[in-house]
């Protein structure tokens, strides 16, 4: 299994009108920007690379795709290298440089005791995800985290995404998808699973056209993720809006 099961609920225990509440990590559940700015920027300098314009758009994407546009001429043995150098650098210091939003313990806590199935879906290294979970007590709350692995053929979201959703044996039209960026979006979409924009993190207004509502803070996440929970009884498909 790709993922990691930690809570030990089985979908045979909860009502089955609940859904399934699959969350993105970095500028969802964590302010992880510091850490991930901060070694790109090291690494960078360290290979006196030329990059101009801000580095906030490189939080989210798999790594893998950010060393394409960093470095357009370079050889796959160079961005390899790229990649290699900026984990070793957020392994050693990165991954520290991390807090937890305002409002997502709370919650996540309160979803996690009206019995919902909480998952985490994130283009981090699944290694790395768990780390930072654990390190702010968040891991229990979750029935598996799903991150990416070297091994994994394709490092894309939404393969990740299908992968966690097969896995778990998840009904698709049960299932939200909660994150921040476009790629979190266009992976919930490509799955055909209801997706709401995280406001409070790094996605543009832009980006957040692409989800089917969006969430000014995580208190408004428990509203519109009980309004959706009625839509699916009432099963109107995944297609409509989460709030309407």
Known sequence: MAGVSFSGMSSSSLPVELAA??????????DSKPGIVGCLSEVLDARELDWRGPLDRFVGPPVEEWTVELMPAGSDEDRAALAREYRACYDRVG??????????????????????????????????????LDLFELTGLFTAIYGDKAEYPNHGKAELLARLLREQSIDKESAIMIGDRSYDFQAARANSIRCIAAAWGYGSPEEQ????????????????????THRIADGIPSGAAPDE
Do not use: Y
């Not at 939003?101 to 981090?124: I, N, P, W, Y």
């Not at 089917?212 to 309004?227: E, F, I, K, N």
């Open 21 to 30: 509440l699959i969350f993105d990590l970095d500028g969802t559940l964590t």
């Open 95 to 132: 991954w520290k440089n991390n807090s937890v939003f305002a409002g997502v313990r709370e919650m996540l806590a309160d979803l996690h005791e009206q019995g919902f199935r909480l998952f985490v879906c994130t283009s981090k290294q699944q290694h790395f995800a768990i780390r930072v």
């Open 209 to 228: 056209l692409l989800a089917d509502s969006v969430a000014a803070s995580p208190t408004d996440v428990r509203g519109m993720v009980l309004r959706a």
